[in-house]
């Protein structure tokens, strides 16, 4: 990646085509090429261009050709006031020591209003570029945005919970006068942050060394590192395939966009904290593996509130998303590739989503929890109650061995004393999901709290949980693979248990008393049965695979080296 002064140092890449995007000033669809060259049609820093033209786009525009001070060689006023900022994000500096920056800079250049005054100047400078969001007010109780027809309701349709917070006068009465409400700011009990997608995915190709990056699924088949069977990106992938498969027209041109959707909740105030924020990514898969991971090309989508987490409810703050996805898909958006220099229709699909287990279940819409939580088996999973672990235990994993595999027919302890001749269950398609849910109607989504939820609401059948919004993309259902778990969380959880159990860790191994009370119900691996020595007194023997103490040390001495 190199040092953060290389970086800083670095010239600001195709800035002009950047300000000449974000101000509309300039017409990529009637640029013209010149011996190899671009004929922009207009002068840069004009602003007789455009008559209707923001002043703030016209001042940036004159910052991108105007030098920080007369004798300065180095840095331009645009590109100055950008790597502040870049070393501000950079360092996580707070906005206050920024601001303090930012004042001592300002007497510096002799108090220059060019020159931001404080945190606040310097970021709303860069709304002028289009890397800006839009708020979109939110039921507290996540019945539905205040978008669209519900724009101008001040009560949500669905609970009638006001759209905003109550306003109080200095006595702690709540202010009746008609008068003093419309005069007073008027602040949204919720708020949603949609971060526009088309216009960052536009800019990715606005940046001729990107635009490049953005093909390289495509150009690399002329290299000896493809057909054979090793998946080293995701275009290598059967879904990716499938894709192109079923859709020849949008495999056509290299430059249509693969996205991948990751969310998860975290506590910004620490884990004593229970306010949860769930931040929605997106990754291009265009770009190669080393690039198509890193924080600079992940797009931030939304950024969905607390203080409770969106849970079932998470499609009604996805709609913003869901619309720019559905018109990249239908229509697509005329975009400038600074590489070949000429327009193209740029589209974009969805491949798959990302996420751990629990919030597999808020964006796929089957259940993760009860006896039928594995979405792979669904309603073919076979399950146990644990009567001392009082947990669901899924069995039925020989299902997926090989029909003439010696397992099957083993009536040993290890496997319960039974065979398996059953087949494995088959895998549910996008088709299958909705012809289960056909016929049914879709959940009513919100967090009312005055509604107590009746015996049988709480699946719509087997474990559907609703139908995912994600079902309106024309796309989705066709898929090969729609969902993906988090490999973080598989690693680290199954990783730590398997450990803990290995060393023997207090309070991190599986092998418990309780556990070993679970083998005798389900009648397996005999040897390991607690054996009862009274009155509520049980003892268990060594494991065999519980290591001792100097293949302990053995083990964590070699496990470093792998």
């Not at 049980?538 to 519980?546: F, K, Q």
């Amino acid at each position: 990646v190199g040092s953060l002064e290389n970086r800083v140092d670095e010239n600001v890449e195709d800035m002009g085509r950047l300000v000449l995007d974000a101000t509309n000033l300039g017409n990529f669809s009637n640029v013209r090429v010149i011996n190899g060259e671009e004929d922009i049609p207009m002068e840069a820093g004009s602003s007789k261009v455009n008559d209707k033209t923001p002043k703030a786009f016209i001042n940036v525009v004159e910052d991108m050709e105007t030098m920080l001070y007369p004798e300065c060689k180095t840095y331009k006023r645009l590109e100055f006031i950008i790597a502040l900022l870049h070393i501000k994000v950079s360092n996580k500096w707070s906005d206050s020591s920024f601001s303090m920056l930012l004042k001592v800079l300002h007497k510096a250049f002799n108090n220059d209003k060019k020159i931001p005054q404080n945190s606040y100047e310097a970021k709303k400078y860069t709304k002028a570029l289009g890397l800006d969001y839009v708020k979109i007010d939110a039921c507290i109780n996540h019945c539905v945005l205040f978008r669209n027809k519900y724009a101008n309701e001040d009560k949500c349709p669905k609970c009638l919970a006001s759209r905003w917070k109550e306003k109080v006068v200095q006595g702690g009465d709540e202010c009746s006068d008609n008068d003093s409400l419309k005069k007073r700011k008027r602040i949204p009990q919720l708020i949603l942050r949609h971060f526009p997608l088309i216009p960052r995915l536009q800019r990715m190709f606005i940046s001729s060394k990107l635009a490049v990056h953005m093909r390289w699924h495509k150009d690399r088949h002329g290299t000896n590192d493809i057909d054979d069977d090793i998946m080293r990106h995701p275009s290598d992938s059967e879904a990716w395939k499938a894709l192109d498969n079923q859709f020849p027209d949008f495999a056509a041109d290299p430059r249509n966009i693969r996205l991948g959707l990751a969310t998860d909740g975290f506590n910004p105030g620490g884990m004593s904290c229970r306010y949860s924020i769930w931040p929605v990514m997106l990754v291009p898969y265009n770009l190669p593996p080393w690039m198509c991971m890193k924080s600079d090309n992940i797009i931030l989508s939304l950024l969905i509130p607390g203080p409770k987490a969106p849970g079932n409810d998470i499609d009604v703050f996805l709609q913003p998303l869901i619309d720019e996805l559905k018109e990249l898909w239908d229509k697509g958006v005329q975009t400038f590739d600074a590489h070949s220099k000429d327009t193209f229709n740029m589209r974009a699909s969805l491949l798959w989503t990302i996420n751990d287990f629990p919030a597999y279940a808020n964006l796929s819409g089957w259940s993760t929890k009860g006896n039928l939580a594995c979405p792979s088996c669904h309603k073919d999973t076979e399950f146990k109650r644990l009567a001392h672990g009082r947990k669901w235990c899924y069995m039925g994993h020989r299902r997926f061995l090989k029909v003439d595999h010696k397992w099957r027919l083993n009536r040993s302890c290890s496997f319960g004393k039974k065979v398996e001749r059953g087949p494995p269950p088959n895998s549910l398609s996008g088709h299958d999901v909705l012809e289960q849910l056909s016929g049914y109607s879709n959940v009513e989504f919100g967090k009312n709290t005055n509604r107590k939820r009746k015996k049988g609401e709480r699946y719509i059948v087997h474990q559907w949980r609703k139908r995912s919004i994600f079902f309106e993309l024309p796309y989705w259902k066709h898929l090969l693979l729609r969902h993906n778990l988090d490999v973080m969380h598989v690693e680290k959880d199954v990783c730590e248990s398997l450990l803990g159990t290995l060393l023997d860790l207090p309070e991190k191994s599986k092998d418990s008393l309780i556990a070993r009370l679970d083998l005798d119900g389900m009648s397996m691996h005999e040897p390991l049965q607690a054996k009862k020595l009274g009155y509520n007194n049980s003892e268990i023997t060594h494991a065999p695979s519980t290591l001792e103490l100097a293949e302990s040390v053995k083990s964590c001495i070699f496990l470093p080296t792998l």
